[in-house]
Each structure stands twice: as C-alpha cells, then as structure tokens.
C-alpha cells in the first residue's frame, strides 16, 4: 500500500507540478507542439511514456551500480550516468521498433512515425535524469516517469486546445503559429509557477 | 532577368540560411528547451552554444558520410550516442569560462545530445544527394544561428532580471527577477521569433517595393 501510495503522489507530481513542459520547457520543439490529430497525441504519448518508463527501469539498477562502483570518479568520465541511460533509451527504442515490427505489426504501423521522434525527445532523457539527481528510490523513478509521460501528453494536448481557439482570433501577423504558441504555453507555465505555490519576486 | 536575381541572391543566402533566414530558435522553433531554460545568464548561453556547435558539427558529418549506410529508423540510435561522446568529451572547454558552469547547467548538458537542431539536420544529410560540404555548412551556421539567439535572449534576460551582464553588475534603475523564472523564458522566444518575423516581412516588403517601383 505503503508502495502505491509513494508511486501515484510522485506520478501526480511528476505529471502536474513538475510537469516537464510547462516547468523546464523539456520536449518543447515546433514539431511536437504542432501536432493536430488527439488520436496522433494519444499515440505518441503513449510511445513516449512505455520508452520513458522502461528506460528508466532498465537505467536505475545500472546507476546504482555505476554509484556504488564509484565508476565515474574512477575512469574520470563526468556524465557516465546520462551515457548509461540515453544507451538504455536506445535499446528500449530497438527492442520496442523490433519487436512491434515482428509480432505486432498493427501497433507497429501508426508507431513506426512517431517512435524515433518520442524516444529521442529531451522529456525522455531528461526526466530520467531529473529522477536520478533527485535521488529518488527505484519506485520513485519509476513513478515520476510514468507521471513525466502523462503530464507530457496532457501538455501537448492542452496545446492542441489552446492552438485551435487561438485560429479562430484575429492575431497580429508577425505572432501567428510559433510566436502565439509560444506566449500561450508561458501563461500556462506561470499558471503552474503559481499553482506550486510561489511568488513572484518583487 | 528578375528569375536570375532571385537564383543568384537564394545561391548567396544558402550560406547564411541557418543563421538569420531559417534561424533555428526563432523562426524553426528547434532546441527550445534550452532557450526557454539557459538562457539566464550569458555565461550559460555561451557556454552550451559551445557545446552545441562541438556536438553538432562532427554529428551531421558523420550523417552526412554514413547515414546512407544505415537503416533510417536505426540511425538516431548512432547519431545520438555519438553526440553524447563528443559532447561529455567538450565539457572541458567550457570550463575556463567558469569552473561551475557546468554543475549550473544540469541535466541540459546531456539533453545536447538528443536536441531537435541534431536530428532535424542528420535527417536532411543522410540522403546520399546531399554533399558534405554542405552538411559542413549547414552545420556551422545553424550552430551561429543557435549561439546568436541563445545570447540575444540572455542578454535581456540577465540584464533585467540579474542587474549584469557576463556576471558584471549593470547599474539600473530596476530589477524584475521574474524574467529569471522558465514562463519568461517563454515569453521571451515569442517575443523575440515575432520580432524577427516582423523584420523577416518589412525586408521583403522593401525589397519587392525597391525592384517594383510604382508607375508615376
């Protein structure tokens, strides 16, 4: 119980709080904010999600083994942890486009778009290595990557709302598409500044 | 005569394309998350505009030479892995600028290795009609165009919200640290992308008007 609690408050976290868009701007290109069709939304958050959340448990025992070796400090590498889990991303995104193109080709279809775009966004790479500087236990990691991916899905489909009401205002011209968009998603992010709880400097 | 002009003057442009035309923060909206997030002070902007340019270069050449041997949907696997070497292998030259400046860039020293400008470029060069040299090129200006933003919005960012410039204090009459916070940072990109849009449109709008006069 004490297991469930721990995971859904850090996924809730993870997916409003600390939701990687809206608070570090993670995952925010032109291409992925652009996306028109819900279902495409749902799909690659989908794909995003599964890869984040398996990286990040395949990238956790390998972590703490590289902590517990002192294996950075002793070859002098600085980001063996970020080489070790964008290495674990890599073979979920093999496995994953592998596996689906073998045994399930009707998933593979509509993932086989989106899957190297999902798997190589910086929501991915990054939420997982927010959760190992945080020092968050194995189902902490977990659960702030499952959070990460449905906050990061939330966020692209708050975006897609936002974007279709604004087409339908009368919007200077040097700030329609990328300029609009853009100032929508800082409102949304101070929302969620104030949302935390803190204040503006004065 | 007019169709000429416009080749020659495309031809020219195709250097710069990358830096002013087709910048990648403010008119591709590529690697926003570190626009949105570095760019608080100048010290940082520079410091992964380094980075970035040291990553990217010898990525899309290597695009460029071996993307044609590799199955497409593998070849983000090879192109990303390397950008990570390279990148953990240029961190020591940012460190002369300042010794914490890479602890204060966090995890966005890592993410280097997965930005959209990457990808978006060894997309386009791993065709095999595309020649080197101009994945060279393209490379270099996208990494100016890249630097060029990152320490135009950190200007304004650092000077405002920190009182200095280069860690230098600016005597000003205010301060407003909110600019500091990542929706500044948001805001910050749209104003600026409109901004170049809007000079963008008034340079056509000049030049079109300049080749066809009014008739008196």
């Known amino acids: ?22 608070t570090r701007g993670l995952g925010s290109s032109r291409d992925t904010l652009m996306m028109g069709a819900p279902r495409r939304i749902f799909a690659f958050g989908a794909a995003l999600t599964f890869i984040t959340v398996v990286s990040a448990a ?31 991303v890599c073979a979920v995104f093999t496995l994953l486009y592998l596996v689906t193109r073998a045994w399930f080709p009707r998933i593979h279809y509509p993932l086989r778009r989106d899957a190297a775009n999902a798997a190589f966004s910086c929501a991915v790479l990054g939420t997982i290595l927010i959760a190992f500087s945080g020092g968050y236990g194995f189902v902490k990691t977990v659960g702030f990557a499952f959070g990460s991916g449905i906050g990061y899905t939330a966020a692209l489909l708050l975006v897609r709302e936002g974007r279709r009401r604004i087409a339908l205002s009368d919007v200077p011209r040097a700030f329609r598409g990328l300029p609009i968009m853009l100032l929508y998603i800082g409102i949304l992010s101070l929302a969620i500044y104030g949302l935390i709880g803190h204040q503006l400097p004065t | 005569m007019k169709l000429e002009k416009l080749k020659r003057a495309r031809r020219r442009g195709r250097w710069f394309d990358g830096i002013f035309g087709r910048n990648p923060v403010l ?46 949907w593998f070849s983000p696997v090879v192109y990303t892995l390397f950008a990570m070497v390279v990148v953990v292998a240029c961190v020591p ?38 020649r080197p040299v101009m994945a060279l090129v393209d490379a270099a200006a996208y990494s100016l165009g890249f630097a060029l933003a990152m320490c135009l919005i950190a200007f304004f960012r650092e000077l405002l919200g920190a009182g200095s410039l280069w860690g230098v204090p600016v005597p000003l009459p205010f301060k407003a640290e909110g600019v500091q916070i990542a929706f500044a940072g948001f805001i910050a990109v749209a104003l600026l992308s409109a901004l170049v849009r809007f000079l963008r449109r008034a340079a056509l709008v000049f030049s079109y008007r300049r080749h066809n006069p009014k008739p008196e």
């Open chain 1, 1 to 22: 119980m004490n297991v469930l609690s721990e995971f859904l408050i850090i996924a809730l976290s993870a997916a409003v709080l600390q939701n990687a868009v809206f």
């Open chain 1, 58 to 88: 395949l990238a956790w025992p390998l972590n703490r083994l590289l902590r517990e070796q002192q294996l950075s400090t002793r070859l002098g590498i600085r980001y063996l942890t970020s080489i070790s889990t964008l290495a674990c």
């Open chain 2, 27 to 72: 008119c591709c909206g590529l690697a926003l998350p570190f626009a949105v997030m570095v760019t608080t002070s100048l010290r940082s902007s520079v410091s992964i505009s380094i980075l970035l340019a040291c990553s990217l270069i010898p990525t899309v050449l290597l695009a460029s030479l071996v993307g044609r041997f590799l199955p497409r």
């Open chain 2, 93 to 130: 030259l940012i460190l002369p600028i300042s010794p914490e400046v890479a602890d204060s860039l966090g995890i966005y020293v890592p993410i280097l290795s997965v930005n959209t400008i990457l990808l978006t470029l060894c997309a386009r060069y791993e065709r095999p009609a595309d």
